[in-house]
């Protein structure tokens, strides 16, 4: 609801911001790569949502470098490892939202989203209700993530 209500009061752009702090529970950064890193969705659709986001300030992939391009796809892929893992994810919803037309919430840095889903979870709460169930915190979802993240390797060949 804080974001709903207020929005993001950040005068600098919200992903530029995290990727100058150091990691932690605070600002949910699961992972660094050279180029892009992955953190979780801080108002997620549901538990293990997380974000793939490049370093560069671009507001659509075509703006990106190949190498920048092709990392944020083999972070998605590991995400998507990681999530079946932790959270017996039975499918995903991988995707962008690129511009404002499109619902983009930050639109001048662009970013993936890797959301797991489970057979049965119709979501109909959200769609019925405006209200979303999570049933664990993000801080929980931050202790049982970051070291499955800590397993894959920062530099990739």
């Given amino acids: 609801m804080e974001y709903i209500r207020e929005g993001l009061k950040a005068e600098d752009c919200l992903f530029c911001s995290l990727s100058k702090q150091e990691d932690g529970p605070e600002n949910l950064i699961l992972h660094r790569g050279e180029r892009a890193f992955v953190v979780l969705n801080r108002y997620p659709y549901t538990n293990g949502h997380m974000m793939i986001v490049p370093y560069a300030h671009k507001p659509s992939l075509e703006g990106l470098e190949n190498e920048t391009l092709h990392e ?74 970051k070291p499955l993240w800590q397993a894959y390797p920062k530099k990739e060949s």
């Fill in 72 to 145: 944020m796809i083999r972070l998605a892929a590991a995400a998507l490892g990681i999530l079946r893992e932790a959270y017996n994810a039975d499918g995903f919803n991988l995707g962008g939202n690129i511009g404002e037309a499109a619902g983009a919430g930050i639109e001048e840095h662009v970013h993936l989203h890797v959301v797991p889903r489970w057979r049965g979870d119709t979501n109909f709460m959200a769609t019925t209700a405006q209200t979303r169930v999570l049933p664990e915190s993000l801080e929980e979802t931050y202790q049982i993530l």
